[in-house]
T-cell receptor, first 113, second 109 residues
């Protein structure tokens, strides 16, 4: 079982360009999340989805959008990248949002120049 | 506001015991999580406490005091592979995890 996969592993992106980070899980989890992790800071929630067809904003949603067309996939799109979006991005999933362990993907290291 | 505080770095000796403390302030409370993160890797789940007291799981134990807004992670019989960052996270009333910046644990032989 793969668990959660993310693609790409890393990417260098020119400022102003758009990009979609991909996330797929095979555990049939209802809830999915996108976090960014920056040095010296805790993980910060960008967007989440309680179940297929629904999404919600987290702590730092500006500049990012998500969709949840089905249970397995939860792509994160940067419409027009800026250098402050340089970070490591983690996708995660859990059976449900309430009090459940979150399983993390391997992460995408994004550099915006 | 919501906040999680934990030490930035700790050093311990192989075979010893170490306690990593965490204090939290969240809007409502739905439990306290501990995760382990090795350098360059994803966080992995260690423990979840929602009631006061100690939960033991092999070499790792986690304690919660809701009245004090306090938790700790206890690691016994330290091994070199325990060198990692340990992340404390509180779940608020909206079931959102509020994460601390992590405690980097360095194990010396």
């Amino acid at each position: 079982t793969a668990g959660i996969t993310q693609a790409p592993t890393s990417q260098i992106l020119a400022a102003g360009r758009s990009m979609t980070l991909r996330c797929t899980q095979d555990m049939r989890h209802n809830a999915m999340y996108w976090y960014r992790q920056d040095l010296g800071l805790g993980l910060r929630l960008i967007h989440y989805s309680n179940t297929a067809g629904t999404t919600g904003k987290g702590e730092v949603p500006d500049g990012y959008s998500v969709s949840r067309a089905n249970t397995d996939d939860f792509p994160l799109t940067l419409a027009s990248a800026v250098p402050s979006q340089t970070s490591v991005y983690f996708c995660a999933s859990s059976v449900q949002r309430e009090g459940a362990e979150q399983f993390f993907g391997p992460g995408t290291r994004l550099t915006v120049l | 506001g919501q906040n999680i505080d934990q030490p930035t770095e700790m050093t311990a000796t192989e075979g010893a015991i170490v306690q990593i403390n965490c204090t939290y302030q969240t809007s409502g409370f739905n439990g306290l999580f501990w995760y382990q993160q090795h350098a360059g890797e994803a966080p992995t789940f260690l423990s979840y406490n929602v009631l006061d007291g100690l939960e033991e799981k092999g070499r790792f134990s986690s304690f919660l005091s809701r009245s004090k807004g306090y938790s700790y992670l206890l690691l016994k019989e330290l091994q070199m592979k325990d060198s990692a960052s340990y992340l404390c996270a509180g779940m608020d009333s909206n079931y959102q995890l509020i994460w601390g910046a992590g405690t980097k644990l360095i194990i010396k032989p």
